[in-house]
């Protein structure tokens, strides 16, 4: 297996369980940690920017063989609306700091296929 393909497909699951994770956070609303609003603007941007189709295309393409081109493509869609999910985490830091080690995680899973 191409270590691309391995990349790709690594941050494929970590962008899912990004997605679980905030779901997670959302229903559990009786939390003292998160403001549940805050979390839901979080989970409607992941809507919006469609992280689920990206992380479940990344998983198709590079599962036999790599496509450098779409994996680009979409590793691209996906780090616009992170970028707007870290902003607005760091703007909320107070309220929104158990999202910080997986906003790294995934930055720093996202660079090499960013151009």
Do not use: C
């Not at 959302?26 to 839901?40: A, G, M, Q, T």
Request: aromatic share 14%; proline share 2%; glycine share 0%.
């Amino acid at each position: 297996m191409n270590i691309e393909m391995q990349k790709a497909n690594m941050l494929a699951d970590h962008i899912n369980s990004f997605i679980k994770f905030v779901y997670k956070k959302h229903e559990n609303k009786n939390s003292i940690l998160l403001n549940p609003d805050k979390v839901y603007q979080i989970k409607l941007i992941m809507e919006d920017f469609k992280f689920q189709i990206i992380a479940d295309e990344l998983h198709r393409i590079n599962q036999f063989d790599w496509d450098e081109k779409y994996t680009f493509y979409l590793v691209n869609q996906f780090r616009e609306g992170m970028n707007i999910i870290e902003e607005y985490v760091k703007n909320h830091h107070s309220d929104l700091f158990l999202f910080t080690a997986r906003i790294y995680t995934l930055n720093q899973l996202s660079k090499p296929f960013t151009r």
